[in-house]
């Protein structure tokens, strides 16, 4: 059963674009995942599902973490050392240590963050 | 090769909550998955993989349509009549459009919409 599914549908969404990443950071789909999966563990949400795509070599992966709390995704730009993360969880988990756990990986030279509430 | 390899990683991204929606539209993945393959349709987007979930009777989906544009996301409770949906696209694409054939097919009794600019 979603956890979700025992409170109302209230939860906070996060969109968070990381700038002047190590291109070499963003175009492995295992490594992509392994953080999503670490980032979901930081937050206190359960992994319910997962699908990773990569685009070719040399370019991106898009990707996202299905969760009991909802997700988080990601879709990446190695050629302009750049990110694109949001977070949607809701229930008691913490969809700010995830966007940290990630921001710690990734090292950006920059970070635009934007919050909305949903729900 | 994805579309927005081609071009800045720029981008819409719409958070859509859909309020008052008949929980029989609600519940069923294989429904939900259909959907937002036309919902991506119709915004001129191309699917390259998605994941859907079910949490069991009565209570709802969750999933995402991967993209060549980023993706299209849904969370749905039934028993609140309440889906949550975002639609993030980059290139030519009209993330719009998508929410567009959503609205359609859940016909709503009220619709909050936010949007962010990306990348």
Known sequence: MSKCALHLPRGRHLLVDFH???PG?????????????????AAGATPVGGEFHHFGPGLGV???????ESHISIHTWPEHGF?????????????????????????????????????
Chains 1, 2 share one sequence.
């Open 62 to 68: 898009t990707g996202v973490l299905l969760l009991k």
């Open 25 to 41: 950071l963003l175009g492995d789909c295992d490594v992509i995942e392994a953080l999503l999966r670490d980032a979901a563990r």
């Open 83 to 119: 990110a694109a993360v949001d977070v949607f969880m809701c229930g008691a988990a913490q969809p700010g240590q995830a966007v940290a756990v990630i921001e710690a990986a990734l090292q950006p030279a920059s970070v635009t963050r934007q919050e909305a509430r949903r729900g």
């Open 20 to 22: 002047g990443v190590a």
